[in-house]
Structures are given as structure tokens and as C-alpha cells.
């Protein structure tokens, strides 16, 4: 097999070892803030640098990026090493966290003030604003910008011990008010919050800002690359402008493209509004673009690698195609599902010349793509349940399935002819009679006559009743972003239930998480809503491959 084309990270990466940058090291990390659930976004930052560090023989840290005392909590650490596990990437023992640098950062910011590169500002945020100027203006100095340093050395230590209020000051570094980039001029370094952490209690009155803590973090484990998304290329001048002040090692930042899907977000603060709003069940609801969502509406780390994969790393924002992502699950689980029957609208067929009492155990194959998944028995009976849409009273020519007269194949049992059907008072059909063809067992006939259509089925007698719950994408504009925003474009159809589905009698045994194909009908999960004897499956996705069509088309447009 040829080698697959470096990315223009490995490029890099490949060179630096040339060179021996880095001595040789190959140093990543991934650093998320515990303030929500990790979604598919961050899946591709986990890959990569952890990919990296496995493809160069590295190393790659978890490090909490949990600097702000606000939105962070212990709930969102522990799903987020979840995720990351079950993604199938290990920390080893390189499990960080930025609180616990805060003495450290604190101890550089006052070797900024002696230096006479930071200072303590009695702006308010709002005044801070105004003084920034704007692309095209530069920005006016603070009025405080001018203090000496043993009175900003006073005035900071004062800040950390909680002498002020949240707003009154701030630390900010002395740089250039009239930069051409904004990040330069003199950014804020510490705010006032007087919050608990969830890590570090009570102990601090002052938060460090993201850009003063992140390069820090990054400096202090030493990481070779430090793989970012494209709006912080804008702030790189800045981490080397406070890491070259402090004298103190200085890592490599490379920004890459940020993952978006259509007909979804990937912004926690979105994620978090649907959340808290109930619009959603939870960070697992099955709809959510997060790991734990789907994970729990039965994707595996197999699907979302090879997504991650298939989507490339680019100097570009992208914006994939859900069904893409559709596509990875459906190649991964049609190799290991195994099929199973199960009816989710459900009409009686009955069967008139088959004996009452009778019960045949026939044969199954479990999944035709996988030679060592076996066989398994199913029961065929005369009252069966099959889809209510795979019969029509006045069927278009090219209905192949069920309708008066004619003669269908149900899977792995019999042909059968149907005969009659009756109705109740509304007019909706209970019961489609139909005789039956025993020289047909298995689906073959003795004369060799051929159907179009073959059915799915399950005994009435032996079937188990479930709930099933069909998704459909959350939004129902391809950038939900557009107009009014978010909230305006949600699907009201995001998820039905169906709860009186027939499925086959073997799933008495399905446990919360198995999947399986339900034939004709798509990929299934267990969801954890299962309790003893009642089953709830979402459905995983449809078996039909928009993405492998649409490939195709564009394939042909060349
Ligand atoms: P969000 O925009 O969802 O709030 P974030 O960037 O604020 O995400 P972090 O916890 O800071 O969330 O993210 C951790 C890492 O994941 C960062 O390095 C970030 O660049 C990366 N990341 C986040 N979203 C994406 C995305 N859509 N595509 C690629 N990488 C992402
Ligand atoms: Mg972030």
C-alpha cells in the first residue's frame, strides 16, 4: 500500500526532527476547558495531536484548561477523560491541570511588573474597550499605564488578596497601544473574580485570561507543537511576545482549520443553552454532536476516527457534510451488526392455510459480510406482524412488496400469496390474510418462480415489544446559524417515538449499548433508557447512503 501524503502538520513535524529542533521530541496536548461535554470538533483535535504524538513516537498531555472559575466543575472533567478513552487515546501518566500552575503564572506576572511590562489598570472592562481603538485607529493609553513599579507591585498583591472589587482593576501587560494587531495592546493579563474554583477553592481573588495562562501552559510542559485553531494565529505574535519577556521556553504554535458539520453547532456555549433550555434530554441526548450524544446513540470511536480522518487537516475552516459521518458508521457496523427482524409499524398478517398451533425454529444468518457471525433460530408461526407500508390496497406499478393477488418473499421463511384484507370502521386495515407456499421454505420455490419483493417480518406470538426512537437532524438549516440564529432553526421533528415496534424474540438478550442492523430499516442501538422488559432502541442511522451517492455525483462532475 503507498504511504498516505504527510498533512502539512506531519510536514512540519517531519522537518523539525530533521533539524532536530526539539531534539528530537515530538511533544502535543490536548487542552480542553472543562465548561461542557466534548463534541465532534474536539475529536479532531484529539486525534491529531494525539495521532501525532503516536505516529512520531511522543508524547501527548491531557491538560484542563481551567483557568476560569465561572463555568468549570468536576462533572465536565470526568466526561471529558471519559470520551477521550473511549476514543481510544491514553494520557498515560500525563494528566494536567492549569490550576495547579497559578503560583507559577502568578510569579511571571510579577517578574512582568519588575520588568516594567505590566501594569495595574483602574479601567473599567467598559472603559478598556473604548480605549482599544479599532483596526484602522490606534487605541489611548490608560491613564494608569505610568505607575511605578513598586506601586503596581503593591497594587497587584493587593488583588490577589481580594482587597477590590471584581471590575475595579485588572493587570494588564504594557505593550503598545497602537499595535496593528489588537492582541497587542495591552492586553489583559488578570481580572478580579471572586468566585470559588472547583479545584482550588477559595484561595484565589484573580483569574489569569486565556492568553496569558495558555502560553504559559504550554511553555511549562515543554510541548514541541502546540496544535491550536485558526482564531488564535492572531494571538501567536502575542504568546511569543510574553514568553521571549519572561525568557522562558518557547513551543512551536500551529493552527489548523476548525471542524464544523452542517445542520448542527459546535460552540459549548450553544450546547450548553440547548441543555440547560430541556431542548435536549442531556449532553447525551442522542441528537447532540457530542461524544457522550453519540456514543450513546450507538456510534463507535471506529466511525468517528475514520471520520475524523476522512475530514483531512487543512489551513482552512471546513464545514463536512453530515452524512459523511453517517457514511463512517454505516461502513464500520454493516462489517459487524448483525441483522435481526423487527417491525416499527406493525399490521397482522395471518396466514390461513398454515396449522394454528404450529411453531417452525427456521434458520438465520446473523450477517452475510461476516463469515464467523453464525447463524441463529427465529420462530415462524401463522399470525405474523410485518411494516403496515409494505402493503397497498392500490400499489403504483412499481410496488414490488405486499397487495391483493400478489406474491411476496418474507426473509429466511416462506412465499406467500395475499388473499384478503380486513378493515375496522375508520377504514384502516387489522388484518392481512394471505396463504402460504410450503414448498417454499427458506424462500426458494421447487419451480423456480421469482419475486421482487421480500418482506421482514416476526412472529406474533413470539415477538417482544420495544420502543424505538427515530432521529432526524436537530436543525433544519445546514448552517442553523443563519437568520434569526440557533434557536429559530430547530427540527420539530428531531425525534419521534414509535412505541409499540415488534422485533424479533433473540433481542430479549440485547444488552444497553449493542447494536444491530434491523433489516430494511437501518442501524439500531440500545439505548439506556432499557429497564427489565422494556426495550428502547435509537435508531442509529438509515441504511440509505446519501453521502456514497452524492460522492458519486461529484465523482461523475468531475
Ligand atoms: P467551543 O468553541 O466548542 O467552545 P473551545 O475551543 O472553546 O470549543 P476548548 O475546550 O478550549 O473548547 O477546546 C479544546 C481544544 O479543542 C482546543 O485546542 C480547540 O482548538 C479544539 N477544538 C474545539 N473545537 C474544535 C473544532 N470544531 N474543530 C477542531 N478543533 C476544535
Ligand atoms: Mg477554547
Known amino acids: 500500500m503507498p504511504d498516505k501524503p504527510f498533512n502539512f502538520i506531519e510536514e512540519i513535524v517531519e522537518s523539525d526532527l530533521e533539524t532536530n529542533k526539539y531534539e528530537g521530541r515530538v511533544h502535543t496536548r490536548f487542552p480542553p476547558e472543562p465548561n461542557g461535554y466534548l463534541h465532534i470538533g474536539h475529536a479532531k483535535s484529539i ?27 468536576e462533572e465536565f472533567v470526568e466526561s471529558i477523560k471519559k470520551d477521550v478513552r473511549w476514543l481510544g487515546f491514553d494520557w498515560k501518566d500525563r494528566l494536567y491541570f492549569a490550576s495547579d500552575y497559578f503560583e507559577q503564572m502568578y510569579k511571571h506576572a510579577v517578574q512582568l511588573i519588575k520588568k516594567g511590562k505590566a501594569y495595574v489598570d483602574d479601567l473599567s472592562p467598559e472603559e478598556i474597550r473604548d480605549h482599544r481603538g479599532t483596526l484602522t485607529e490606534s487605541g489611548k493609553e490608560s491613564p494608569y499605564r505610568n505607575r511605578t513599579v513598586e506601586e503596581n507591585l503593591e497594587l497587584f498583591e493587593r488583588m490577589r488578596k481580594g482587597e477590590f ?41 484573580i483569574y489569569p485570561t486565556y492568553d496569558w495562562a495558555h502560553c504559559l501552559e504550554d511553555s511549562i510542559e515543554l510541548i ?20 521571549d519577556q519572561l525568557g522562558i521556553y518557547k513551543p512551536q504554535q500551529i493552527e489548523f482549520g476548525r471542524l464544523n458539520l452542517k445542520y448542527t453547532v459546535l460552540s459549548k456555549r450553544k450546547l450548553t443553552i440547548l441543555v440547560q433550555k430541556g431542548i435536549v434530554s442531556g449532553w447525551d441526548d442522542p441528537r447532540m454532536p457530542t461524544i457522550a450524544g453519540l456514543r450513546r446513540r450507538g456510534y463507535t470511536p471506529e466511525a468517528i476516527r475514520d471520520f475524523v480522518e476522512r475530514t483531512g487537516v487543512s489551513r482552512t475552516d471546513s464545514v463536512v457534510e453530515y452524512s459523511l459521518l453517517e457514511h463512517c458508521i454505516r461502513e464500520d457496523l454493516n462489517k459487524r451488526a448483525n441483522r435481526v427482524m423487527a417491525v416499527l409499524d406493525p399490521v397482522k398478517l395471518i396466514i390461513d392455510n398454515y396449522p394454528d398451533d404450529k411453531v417452525e425454529w427456521l434458520d ?28 397497498m390496497e392500490n400499489p403504483p406499478k412499481k410496488f414490488f412488496r405486499l397487495a391483493l393477488g400478489r406474491e411476496v418473499r418474507l426473509k429466511h421463511a416462506y412465499y406467500v400469496t395475499c388473499t384478503d384484507v380486513v378493515k375496522d370502521e375508520n377504514d384502516n386495515i387489522t388484518e392481512i390474510h394471505c396463504v402460504y407456499d410450503p414448498e417454499s421454505k427458506g424462500g426458494w420455490t421447487k419451480d ?11 412472529s406474533a406470538r413470539h415477538c417482544i415489544t420495544a420502543e424505538v426512537r427515530l432521529y432526524e437532524h436537530l436543525f433544519i438549516k445546514e448552517n442553523p446559524d443563519e437568520d434569526e440564529g440557533f434557536l429559530e432553526n430547530l427540527n420539530p421533528n ?14 430479549k438478550e440485547a444488552k444497553i449499548g449493542d447494536k444491530f442492523q434491523f ?14 422488559g422494556h426495550l428502547v432502541f435509537n435508531r442509529i442511522v438509515t441504511l440509505k447512503d446519501t453521502w456514497a451517492k452524492l460522492a458519486k455525483k461529484i465523482k461523475q462532475n468531475g
Open 165 to 205: 472589587e471584581e471590575g475595579s482593576k485588572t493587570l494588564r501587560a504594557k505593550i503598545d497601544m497602537a499595535h496593528p494587531n489588537l492582541n497587542m495592546r495591552d492586553p489583559v493579563m488578570y481580572r478580579i473574580i471572586k468566585k470559588p474554583h472547583y479545584r482550588q477553592g477559595e484561595k484565589w481573588y
Open 519 to 532: 433489516l430494511r430499516k437501518g442501524y439500531f442501538c440500545v439505548d439506556k433508557d432499557t429497564t427489565e
Open 47 to 73: 486525534c491529531l495531536n494525539f495521532g501525532i504524538a503516536e505516529k512520531y513516537e511522543g508524547m501527548c498531555n491531557l491538560r484542563f484548561d481551567d483557568t476560569n472559575p465561572l463555568k468549570e466543575g
Open 494 to 507: 428531531s425525534m419521534v417515538v414509535l412505541n409499540s415496534c415488534k422485533v424479533e424474540p433473540s433481542l
Open 364 to 391: 438465520a444468518e446473523n450477517n452475510p459480510e461476516d463469515p464467523n457471525a453464525g447463524t441463529r433460530k427465529i420462530p415462524f408461526c401463522k399470525e405474523l406482524f410485518i411494516e403496515r407500508d409494505d402493503f
Open 224 to 243: 514541541t507543537h502546540s496544535l491550536c485553531t485558526l482564531e488564535f494565529a492572531d494571538h501567536r505574535i502575542l504568546y511569543e511576545w510574553f514568553l
Open 448 to 458: 423456480g418462480r421469482k419475486v421482487k419483493g421480500t418482506l421482514h417480518w416476526v
